[in-house]
């Protein structure tokens, strides 16, 4: 199972990113699939997650503003990050969690402890 982050870089604010997560090993549409960011100095943040039926999540922060899609022809996972502030400023991971279905009960999808499977991370820098 190997997760590869790409898409990162710096950005003003106001503009725009998407990110990537190729995934190989395993099948997307099958697991539940999220974003994670972790600024310096501060514990890693659920960002997003996506489930095998589509339903999606979002941490308040970022609502209206960024948008999680996959390509399961591709499997391929997407984070497109519009309207970026300096606080979006983090090393951005993608990651899966071995349920079909996220656990959206209490946004229990954001916790790192259902997540079995980690990308190495993309850094993402908003000035």
């Known amino acids: 199972v190997q997760l590869v982050e790409s898409g990162g870089g710096s950005v003003k604010a106001g503009g725009s990113l998407t990110l990537s997560c190729a995934l190989s090993?395993?099948?997307?549409?099958?697991?539940?699939m999220g974003w994670f960011r972790q600024a310096p100095g501060k514990e890693r943040e659920g960002v997003t997650c996506?489930?095998?039926?589509?339903?999606?999540a979002y941490v308040d922060s970022v609502k209206g503003r960024f948008t999680i899609s996959k390509d399961n022809a591709k499997n391929v996972l997407h984070l497109q990050m519009d309207s970026l502030a300096p606080e979006d400023t983090a090393v951005y991971y993608c990651?899966?969690?071995?349920?079909?279905?996220?656990?959206?009960?209490?946004?229990?999808?954001?916790?790192?402890?259902?997540?079995?499977?980690w990308g190495q991370g993309t850094q993402v820098t908003v000035s």
């Open positions: 990651a899966a969690a071995p349920t079909h279905r996220c656990p959206f009960y209490d946004n229990n999808w954001s916790k790192t402890s259902i997540y079995n499977w």
């Open positions: 996506i489930d095998n039926d589509g339903r999606v």
């Open positions: 090993g395993f099948t997307a549409s099958q697991y539940c």
